[in-house]
């Protein structure tokens, strides 16, 4: 049976992708320390519960599922990421990714913490 795109991405482990997401934001200037905070509003983790993420290799499903508390805010992230209207995906999980590229994305676009964090 082959998998979905949705399913590949979901057993991806955080720590391989957290990299990419530190680089995209340093090509630009900003730093890892503007990406940690970004990941900490998004998902409630602090400093140690991303690093145990980071060592535990843990997949993209266990990483949202544990999170200690999705913001609330996120329903004020909107637009497109990778083609899609990050409001409009119905995959609960595959949602939560795309809030994270897209916060991601407008940190290496130049916004400021302020609006990225929708404060």
Request: aromatic residues 10%; glycine residues 6%.
């Amino acid at each position: 049976m082959k998998e979905s795109n949705n399913e590949r991405v979901y057993r991806m482990s955080f720590a391989s992708v957290y990299p990419h997401y530190i680089t995209k934001a340093e090509r630009k200037g900003r730093s890892k320390e503007e990406v940690d905070e970004i990941i900490y509003w998004l998902t409630g983790y602090d400093e140690k519960g991303l690093k145990a993420v980071i060592e535990n290799r843990t997949d993209f499903q266990h990483f949202f599922s544990e999170a200690p508390l999705l913001n609330p805010n996120v329903t004020k992230i909107t637009g497109v990421i990778c083609g899609y209207r990050v409001e409009d995906i119905e995959d609960p999980l595959m949602q939560k990714v795309r809030y994270l590229d897209k916060l991601i994305d407008e940190l290496a676009k130049g916004k400021k913490m302020e609006k990225i964090l929708r404060e």
